[in-house]
């Protein structure tokens, strides 16, 4: 079971960006997908962004699509996801998520089994 740490949320006026690192305490970061998930209040979680254990390949949802960019450093056990132009719809807490190597499709929200602490984004209009 792989520790996830989630950093980089705060308060940014609409327009603005932030990003987000999502750090992994195993040896195998490089082995399993992983995944941005975010929650508003009163909402459903669901999944905004997604990498393949390889890297090769990404996912994003419609709504975020041309503004945020996930991406992976395996060597550094680390994942992040850069927020552009950021809008007051994104305000919501994110999750940092991992899936097993042979779990599911990386952009299936129920490939994810292993989830972090959450960083709180708020967008201001």
């Known amino acids: 079971q792989v520790q996830l740490v989630e950093s980089g949320g705060g308060l940014v006026q609409a327009g603005g960006s932030l990003r987000l690192s999502c750090t992994a305490s195993?040896?195998?970061?490089?082995?399993?997908?992983m995944g941005w998930f975010r929650q508003a209040p009163g909402k459903e979680r669901a999944l905004v962004a997604a990498?393949?254990?390889?890297?090769?390949?990404?996912y994003y949802a419609d709504s975020v699509k041309g503004r945020f960019t996930i991406s992976r450093d395996n060597a550094k056990n680390t994942m992040y996801l850069q927020m552009n132009s950021l809008k007051s719809e994104d305000t919501a807490l994110y999750f940092c998520?991992?899936?097993?190597?042979?779990?599911?499709?990386?952009?299936?929200?129920?490939?994810?089994?292993?989830w972090g602490q959450g960083t709180q984004v708020t967008v201001s209009s």
């Open positions: 998520a991992a899936g097993g190597r042979y779990s599911g499709s990386y952009y299936e929200a129920t490939t994810y089994n292993t």
């Open positions: 195993g040896r195998t970061f490089g082995t399993f997908p």
């Open positions: 990498i393949a254990w390889g890297g090769a390949y990404t």
